[in-house]
């Protein structure tokens, strides 16, 4: 099959999205791991069977000029994050939403994903440069932690939600789901806030999400020092400063 690239849709570090009529198609650069394309395709395959959530149905995963891509089915509509930037005004009804979304998400299971717990502790013995005695004190906390099974998105943030015209919505980018905590899940968005700068919106979050799901907060921010380790760990250079602010506050929380 080949596929018109001429309509750009997103350009990222790692890839391009394209749109080609109906279909959507994620064009990574090359040399880019295909465990890491193919763990995306596998992770999106099982939600799509084993949910009744709305996501877009993978349809195929190719190479286009030896790069790897995988061509999902494109949804025709607004992400929650344009929608936020365009009309500031509606923010707690769109936030109302995500949340909602995201409570919808975690009460699936979807057994044969990766564990989070699993997932986090490789990610933090193989993080080379975290001092040895936050690694160690990070690994305790995170074993200490319950071992839940409920679906988590890993990415969740409003540019990962599409609303139709018809105010239906649907999930996107399911590279990094995984089986696990819906704490954890919430402390990666909070913090995915945070890294935006959007402080205000991340601690009305925090609290509306506390708030629907009867969680504590304390023990959504128990894991932001572990969710900022994982995201230090990728070595993303602009991240490092900030990141480690999160994770020293592992001595007080
Ligand atoms: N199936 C799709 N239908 C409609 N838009 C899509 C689709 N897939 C991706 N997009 C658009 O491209 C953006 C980036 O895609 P995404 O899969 O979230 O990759 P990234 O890893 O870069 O976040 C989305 O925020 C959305 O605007
Ligand atoms: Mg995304």
Redesign the pocket.
Known sequence: MSYNLGNM??E?KN?T?F?DGDK?I?LFVKNHLKSNVLNEAINQARVEENTQLNI?KLLEVTTIDSRWALV??????T?L?ELMEKNPDKLDDYLDTFVDIQLEVLSNNVPMLNRIKEKFKNKLNNFDKLNEATKYELLARLEGMKNHTKLCHG?FNP??I?IKEDGSH?I??W?HATQGNASADAARTYLLFCMQEKNEIAEKYLNLFSGKSGIDIKNIQRWIPIVAATQMSKGIEEEQEFLSNWINVVEYV
Do not use: M, Q
Not at 72 to 77: L, Q, T
């Open positions: 849709l997103k990222r890839k999205i749109r959507t994620k877009p999902s089915e494109h949804i025709e509509g992400t994050a990415d540019s990962n599409v649907y996107l980018d590279a």
